[in-house]
């Protein structure tokens, strides 16, 4: 397991490599991950204390938990006949405290829009500017 | 393990699952490109050269219609599931916009407000989704298809103004 959980603004610059890797690759996968971090390795006794009486236990903590953010690439084994060329797996993760997580996600946000370019751009734009051009030229015959 | 056609529909049952199941459930985003298979290659050109054989639909004539795909490009896709492995419940959306990606994000921090049980926002769970994302990306509600959305489906969509209606753009 990847040992200890990088700070948010180490785990954004190491995403922003992720994404870089996948770009240049041009064949593989990113996957991220969110979860509740439920356990504190650091305090001695765990977060939320389960309680036998109360199945709901979890849904009603005393305090806001953080949440555990992880990141990471596919791995890829050579393969004869293929492109396919050795991989290691690269793991990311985070924590997020309650405080941070707005501005967290964010920059989150920010992130996966500039690094997920392979998606569809939308297409209208080329249209709308094509009938502005249009429509200019045919004021400047006129005018 | 549903695929939903939308993705407020899926960010009201994560949301659901999220609040009866706070500690176990995870949601796992996966963005991926693959290029296409040799097969799907082949395939990809059977239907365009069938495409274009057929005479241009006459009732897009005012959009120039969308730039069709090459053959060869890869296909990129971002994935979005939740999962709760203690009742085995697991919620999917798929999309290939990139126009989708901010609002989605957005949702996912809304979600996250549920993980770490912080109180929900105020204009959450509602019809102003895309504000409350924060970001300026028009609302594409429904997916029509995965591939080559026809822009005046878009269009229409985001006229129309956000909410349930799942057939009004569709063609």
């Known amino acids: 397991m990847a040992g200890d959980h990088l700070s948010n603004d180490e785990f954004f610059a190491q995403l922003a490599n992720l994404f870089e890797h996948n770009r240049k690759k041009g064949h593989s996968s990113v996957y991220l991950v969110q979860k509740r971090l439920s356990f504190d390795s650091s305090a001695a006794p765990p977060t939320p204390t389960k309680v036998a009486d109360d199945p709901l236990w979890d849904t009603h903590p005393e305090n806001p938990l953080p949440i555990l953010i992880r990141a990471s690439n596919n791995k890829s084994d050579k393969r004869p006949g293929t492109d396919r060329e050795d991989i290691v797996k690269i793991k990311l993760s985070t924590v997020v405290q309650p405080d941070d997580l707005d501005a967290f996600y964010l920059r989150y946000a920010e992130a996966c829009r500039a690094g997920m370019s392979g998606l569809k751009k939308r297409d209208k734009k080329k249209g709308k500017k094509d009938k502005k051009k249009k429509k200019k030229g045919v004021g400047e015959i006129k005018g | ?171």
């Open chain 2, 1 to 171: 393990m549903p695929y939903f056609k939308t993705s407020t529909e899926w960010y009201k049952q994560s949301a659901l699952l999220l609040k009866a199941r706070p500690t176990t459930t995870r949601i796992t985003s996966k963005y991926t490109v693959l290029k296409p298979s040799p097969s799907k290659i082949s395939k990809r050109r059977k239907y365009l050269e069938k495409r274009a054989s057929k005479p241009a639909s006459t009732t897009r004539s005012s959009s120039p219609p969308p730039a069709p795909q090459k053959p060869e490009d890869p296909t990129a896709t971002f994935k979005l599931k939740t999962y709760d492995p203690e009742s085995g419940t697991c919620l999917q959306y798929e999309t290939a916009k990139a126009a989708e990606v901010g609002r989605l994000i957005g949702s996912l921090g809304r979600l996250g407000r549920h993980m770490a049980a912080l109180p929900e926002l105020a204009e959450d769970l509602g019809a102003g989704d895309a504000q409350a994302a924060g970001v300026s990306t028009p609302r594409v509600e429904e997916d029509v298809k995965m591939s080559g959305v026809p822009a005046q489906v878009e269009q229409k969509a985001g006229a129309g103004g956000g909410g349930k209606k799942k057939k009004k753009g569709k063609k």
